[in-house]
T-cell receptor, first 112, second 114 residues
Framework: DAGVIQSPRHEVTEMGQEVTLRCKPI?????LFWYRQTMMRGLELLIY????????DSGMPEDRFSAKMPNASFSTLKIQPSEPRDSAVYFC??????????FGPGTRLTVT | AQSVTQPDIHITVSEGASLELRCNYS??????LFWYVQSPGQGLQLLLK??????LVQGIKGFEAEFKRSQSSFNLRKPSVHWSDAAEYFC????????????FGTGTRLTIIP
C-alpha cells in the first residue's frame, strides 16, 4: 500500500488566493482527518470524516476553511481567501476503526 | 475533556545513553494511548500503542512504553539511543468508547549529541 498520499507537498501562494490541498487515504480506511501543525499551536485537528461524512469540524478556524470528501478515496481542504497566518504544515491521516492513524507526509503551505 | 501533557519541551541525550520521555493524561477512564515520532520534514509515524493487557508495550525501533494507571502516565523509554532517534515525539490519547479523535500532547524534541 502506498500509504496516505497528499498533494502538493509544498505550496507557496499570495494572500487572497484560493488554496486547495488534496488527500488520498489508505484504501479501506473509513476515517479521514485533517490536521494543521504550527510552531505556536502544535498539532491541531481541523476536521474529520467517517464514511465520507463530516463528523466534527469544530477545529476549523474560520469560514475561509472548508473540507470535502466526495468519495472514499479523496478529500480536499480548501482555504479561500488565504492569509499569511494560514502558513503551516497540513497533514491528512486515515484509519480503520480502533486502529492507529496513518499520516501522510504533509503539505507545507506558505502564504506571502 | 481529555488532555495530554508532555512536560519536557526539549531533551538532549548522548548517543548510547538511555532515554525516558514523559507523558501524562487526563481522562475519565483508561483511554487508548499512543506514541508517535516525527522526523524533520516528515509526517507522524506510530511507535507503539496501548489498548489493553500487558502494561509494558514494545514498539518499533527498540522503543517501549509503560502504562501506569495510578499515575495516569504512559512514558516512553529506550535503553540506548542512536543518532537517528533525533526527532519530535508526540504522545496521544483516544477514548475507548465514542469517536476516533486523537488528542495530542505538545511534543518533546529529542536532540542526540555524539
Amino acid at each position: 500500500d502506498a500509504g496516505v498520499i497528499q498533494s502538493p507537498r509544498h505550496e507557496v501562494t499570495e494572500m487572497g488566493q484560493e488554496v486547495t490541498l488534496r488527500c488520498k487515504p489508505i484504501s479501506g480506511h473509513d476515517y479521514l482527518f485533517w490536521y494543521r501543525q504550527t510552531m505556536m499551536r502544535g498539532l491541531e485537528l481541523l476536521i474529520y470524516f467517517n464514511n465520507n461524512v463530516p463528523i466534527d469540524d469544530s477545529g476549523m478556524p474560520e469560514d475561509r476553511f472548508s473540507a470535502k470528501m466526495p468519495n472514499a478515496s479523496f478529500s480536499t481542504l480548501k482555504i479561500q481567501p488565504s492569509e499569511p497566518r494560514d502558513s503551516a504544515v497540513y497533514f491528512c491521516a486515515s484509519t480503520g476503526r480502533r486502529d492507529e492513524q496513518y499520516f501522510g507526509p504533509g503539505t507545507r503551505l506558505t502564504v506571502t | 475533556a481529555q488532555s495530554v501533557t508532555q512536560p519536557d519541551i526539549h531533551i538532549t541525550v548522548s548517543e548510547g545513553a538511555s532515554l525516558e520521555l514523559r507523558c501524562n493524561y487526563s481522562y475519565g477512564a483508561t483511554p487508548y494511548l499512543f506514541w508517535y515520532v516525527q522526523s524533520p520534514g516528515q509526517g507522524l509515524q506510530l511507535l507503539l500503542k496501548y489498548f489493553s493487557g500487558d502494561t509494558l508495550v514494545q514498539g518499533i525501533k527498540g522503543f517501549e512504553a509503560e502504562f501506569k494507571r495510578s499515575q495516569s502516565s504512559f512514558n516512553l523509554r529506550k535503553p540506548s539511543v542512536h543518532w537517528s532517534d533525533a526527532a519530535e515525539y508526540f504522545c496521544a490519547v483516544a477514548p475507548i468508547f465514542g469517536n476516533e479523535k486523537l488528542t495530542f500532547g505538545t511534543g518533546t524534541r529529542l536532540t542526540i549529541i555524539p
